[in-house]
């Protein structure tokens, strides 16, 4: 499909909501300069190389074509970060996995995917005294389409890697790389071979030993399941749990009381997409969290950390609504639930973002790589300036509106534009829709019905163009009126084709 960029001009919201919101955008997240290629299909990870922690990514750079690519974006003394060759294959659609595999003090590499050539590669890399890495005689299977992650599960004292995806002859699998004096032995435990998804290992019931949450497409369709470990053998727990495809999940211990809790992300088996966190018990039964506010999202990608300083993890996601991509952080409200930040982060598709305290200052930063709504390719470096400017952002008002999560009394209206065919003419050009106002008693439940409209009515519209669709939360209906007639003026001017979805 031939991919077209979308307009959407500016809106101006109330004076208030707009100055808090770029308040709070300012005063915790500086984008750093990054010079090399953004990417599509992005996996990436912070690694310590010199003494330092540089982002390391794989994926699809824009050169000469679609191409694989395997980038290593060097800090500098300055707070800059330059694309730098790094000898490890060029690869997309894969993943990999950084940890100390022969307890050196160098962070390894784990790694799998697809090169170039349209082979399958993989391979254990091991980080040399002068930073580069050579890849060692262990042969380990080549997957694609799923996840890598390297832990001690059976406590004795060497690092096992369990991966999931999908290997050269189409098979979905799921297994453990059973370490023996470092020789692998693949051991599947009878775990289902699942892709497009992740395998994330745990301690969840506290006897010392990794357990195991599954999630993605497998023989079956889409599943999420939970693996105790013990006696030697994984056996599933009685949890029902959301199938999910194009999912991602991280284990953490959100409400501090011990127990692991974990986050879920990813496409259902109709399409929709749904993100939910979930309460560790003691039994390893599992309570959904509170899920207010959560935007609901698909080819998800989590990280965890605590990005305040509160001592309780927060989580940045990167994903697609039925709307547009998003990458958001979510405030950790103390166990009861998450807010969202509104850090002013560029929503991605296709992409990764991943917490590093790459300046040693106690709070961990963000890498960013995917592709905007827009189409652009992108590879970012976002400082973390909250400890820094923590009076400041004490100071910020409490009662702010974010875009879209308020409730109850106050008024909204969805617009969208787009440089497109939707009316089937033959010709592209510049369209904008726009909804009349209403009020909203759940969460996202204007959008869905906008998209559902602009779907129908406009068969030029496609699914797969991820128009940025938006809506602002007004606190009267004269306000919300003049918001709409300023978006309906500003598409005039810029002469769209003005389309109104009434319902």
Same mark, same amino acid.
């Given at each position: ?10 809106i101006?919201?109330t ?5 808090s919101?770029?308040a709070l ?20 990870h912070?690694?310590? %190389?010199?003494g ?23 800090q ?20 990999f996995?950084?940890?100390d595999?022969n ?5 390894? %590499?784990v790694?799998?995917?697809?090169d ?24 380990i ?12 599960y059976n ?5 096992d890697?369990l991966?999931c ?23 599947d435990?009878g ?11 745990a301690?969840?019931n506290?006897n ?20 105790r ?33 974990? %986050? ?21 039964q ?5 899920r207010?506010?959560l935007?609901?999202l ?17 989580i ?9 991509p ?54 970012m470096?976002?400082q ?9 952002i ?14 109850g ?8 534009s787009c ?11 510049? &369209? ?10 759940k969460?996202?439940e204007?959008?869905y ?25 007004f606190?009267?209906l004269k ?8 978006? %309906? ?9 003005? &389309?109104?979805?009434?319902?």
């Amino acid at each position: 499909m031939k991919m077209k960029k979308q307009y959407v001009p500016l809106i101006a919201l109330t004076s208030w909501l707009l100055l808090s919101l770029y308040a709070l955008q300012a005063q915790v997240f500086t984008e750093l300069p990054v010079s090399g290629p953004g990417l599509s299909n992005a996996h990436a990870h912070w690694i310590q %190389i010199d003494g330092k922690l540089h982002p390391l990514a794989t994926g699809e750079a824009n050169i000469n074509g679609m191409t694989p690519r395997t980038v290593l974006y060097k800090q500098t003394n300055k707070k800059t970060f330059i694309s730098t060759q790094i000898s490890l294959p060029d690869i997309v659609n894969g993943s990999f996995f950084v940890a100390d595999l022969n307890n050196d003090g160098r962070q390894d %590499i784990v790694l799998s995917g697809i090169d170039r050539h349209k082979r399958f590669v993989s391979g254990i890399y091991l980080q040399q005294q002068n930073g580069s890495f050579k890849r060692t005689t262990h042969a380990i299977p080549a997957l694609t389409d799923g996840s890598i992650q390297v832990g001690d599960y059976n406590r004795d004292g060497r690092p096992d890697i369990l991966m999931c995806g999908i290997d050269e002859y189409g098979k979905a699998r799921t297994f453990i790389l059973h370490n023996e004096n470092e020789r692998f032995t693949i051991r599947d435990f009878g775990l289902p071979g699942v892709y497009f998804g992740a395998a994330v290992w745990a301690d969840a019931n506290r006897n010392g030993y990794l357990d195991l949450l599954l999630t993605g497409l497998s023989d079956n369709g889409p599943i999420t399941r939970i693996y105790r470990y013990k006696d030697g053998e994984y056996k599933e727990a009685p949890v029902s749990l959301p199938g999910l495809k194009h999912s991602d999940a991280a284990w953490a211990d959100f409400n501090r009381d011990g127990i692991m809790d974990f %986050i879920l992300a990813g496409e259902n088996k109709y399409g929709m997409p749904v993100t939910v966190w979930y309460k560790g018990t003691a039994n390893m039964q599992y309570v959904e969290g509170n899920r207010s506010g959560l935007r609901q999202l698909m080819h998800a990608s989590i990280d965890i950390a605590d990005f305040n300083n509160d001592g309780y993890p927060d989580i940045v996601i990167t994903g697609e609504s039925l709307e547009r991509p998003y990458t958001i952080v979510y405030e950790n409200m103390k166990g009861q639930g998450f807010h969202d930040l509104m850090a002013g982060l560029p929503g991605l598709s296709n992409g990764v973002a991943r917490w590093g305290d790459f300046d040693g200052d106690g709070d961990p930063d963000l890498f960013l790589a995917g592709v905007d709504v827009c189409y652009n390719l992108l590879a970012m470096v976002f400082q973390n300036n909250l400890r820094i400017k923590k009076d400041v952002i004490e100071e910020a008002p409490i009662e702010t509106i974010p875009m879209e999560l308020a409730r109850g009394p106050y008024y909204y209206f969805v617009f969208s534009s787009c440089y497109c065919d939707p009316e089937g003419t033959g010709k592209n050009g510049y &369209h904008g829709f726009v909804s009349n106002i209403h009020q909203e008693k759940k969460d996202f439940e204007l959008n869905y019905q906008f998209n559902h409209l602009l779907i129908s009515n406009y068969p030029g519209w496609n699914r797969a163009d991820r128009g940025h669709r938006t809506s602002n939360a007004f606190v009267s209906l004269k306000d919300a009126e003049e918001g709409r007639q300023t978006v %309906i003026s500003s598409y005039l001017q810029d002469n769209y084709k003005v &389309h109104y979805l009434n319902w």
